[in-house]
Nanobody, 120 residues
């Protein structure tokens, strides 16, 4: 059983910073692409940032230069450093990862989500 557990969300003022973490647990052979998505009320879930197992990164245009995604392969953990936060960054942030378990093909898994609220 694979679980993705996010942490680090909360309330922050505009211009502030937060760091999200997502730890993958379970019988994992390898974690491939990992990423962060977000969903604001009334909107579709959208990709925020992604990182390959080789470290290549990809960002949504509206977070480039403000957010940084990174990963610790030894800990099967992915991070999202968010700075210069804006009210429009308010959303539930979800972790996503493509995971291969022993004797199983790889599959995509989601975390439960963590709320990020940017407000004064």
């Amino acid at each position: 059983q694979v679980q993705l557990v996010e942490s680090g969300g909360g309330l922050v003022q505009p211009g502030g910073s937060l760091r999200l973490s997502c730890a993958v647990s379970g019988s994992i052979v390898q974690a491939y692409n990992m990423g962060w998505y977000r969903q604001a009320p009334g909107k579709q879930r959208e990709l925020v940032a992604a990182i390959t197992d080789g470290g290549d990164t990809n960002y949504a245009d509206d977070v480039k230069g403000r957010f940084t995604i990174s990963r610790d392969n030894a800990k099967n953990t992915v991070y999202l450093e968010m700075s210069s936060l804006k009210p429009e960054d308010t959303a539930v942030y979800y972790c996503n990862a493509r995971i291969r378990q022993y004797l199983r093909p790889s599959d995509y898994y989601w975390g439960q989500g963590t709320q990020v609220t940017v407000s004064s």
